[in-house]
């Protein structure tokens, strides 16, 4: 493996291995990595030639008062994670080599990052696009792994590669968790061993949820209202949002008669933790 920090010589190595012939998978992270991060290097690396992962905090996905300076970092231990795992590169730059003096250019997308997140976080994925397509024509790989833990940044990437016309796949890989279900999440250290405790809770309230949906309950408000006395009884924590919305347009759905995506956000003490679930049901309601 090795460590790259300069823009021009990870798009050289890059280039010089799609001369070869070599197919290049790519796992853009903030670090601090886990098996869910672990999972998606697994994915790429039996799916492709080339394994290309990036530790890189991104300032600018930060809002004003976010955990910026405090966002966890351990780039010894992800470096041998990387080894461990046989990655070919490891891209650790800069911010001031992403983002160069007098840096003035931005992407966003102004359609499924406006809820949810986008909503509670204004700018977050404007600063999520930006970065990712950098990173996207800095390594050029034929397939980005993402986690469905993140689900509606998955879908704003996808949405922006069809947009701009980006040669790159994105593959969305399902979510790791815990033993009790909590999330894998770089944020989870923030936790105090008794909000640790209480965590699981919000996986156990979407669970919930689900059977809601598949024993034959269509109202959406209903559902939410479920999960919010359970999220509240179970932790105690401030819940940003709970929302139902249609898993491709991440439209909010007053009536769940096919599919839908159940998000929620929840803030355990200084920890702000996203989970999500795909329900699907048995067949169309009417």
């Excluded at 796992?27 to 999972?39: A, E, R, Y």
């Excluded at 279900?181 to 996986?203: F, H, Q, T, V, W």
Aim: proline content about 5%; aromatic content about 6%.
């Amino acid at each position: 493996m090795i460590i790259i920090k300069k823009i021009n010589e990870m798009s050289k190595a890059c280039l010089a291995g799609r001369r070869e012939g070599k197919t290049i998978g790519f796992v853009p992270t903030m670090g601090f990595l886990h098996n869910g991060h672990v999972s998606l290097i697994k994915k790429a690396r039996v799916e492709n030639d080339m394994v290309v992962v990036s530790v890189f905090v991104n300032p600018i996905q930060f809002l004003p008062g976010e955990d910026f300076s405090s966002y966890p970092r351990s780039f010894e231990n992800d470096k041998k994670i990387c080894k461990d795992e046989k990655v070919d590169i490891l891209f650790f730059p800069s911010a001031e080599e992403i983002y160069p003096l007098r840096f003035s250019t931005f992407v966003e997308e102004t359609d499924l990052s406006l809820p949810l997140c986008g909503k509670d976080r204004p700018g977050h994925f404007k600063g999520v696009t930006t970065v990712v397509l950098k990173l996207f024509n800095i390594i050029q790989p034929d397939t980005a792994y993402f986690g469905q833990k993140d689900a509606q940044q998955a879908l704003v990437i996808k949405k922006m590669t069809e947009d701009l016309n980006i040669p790159v796949k994105v593959k969305v890989m399902p979510i790791i968790r815990e033993k009790d279900g909590l999330a894998m999440s770089s944020r989870n250290r923030y936790l105090s061993a008794d909000e640790r405790r209480k965590a699981p809770a919000i996986y156990e309230s979407l669970k919930m949820a689900e059977k809601m949906i598949l024993e034959g309950e269509i109202n959406a408000l209903k559902i939410k209202k479920r999960i919010a006395e359970a999220v509240n009884s179970a932790t105690g924590g401030k819940i940003d949002y709970i929302e139902i919305v249609c898993p491709v347009s991440m439209k909010a759905l007053k009536r769940v008669e096919s599919g839908a995506l159940i998000a929620i956000a929840v803030k355990l003490g200084v920890a702000r933790l996203i989970d999500n679930i795909i329900v699907k049901t048995p067949e169309k309601r009417k």
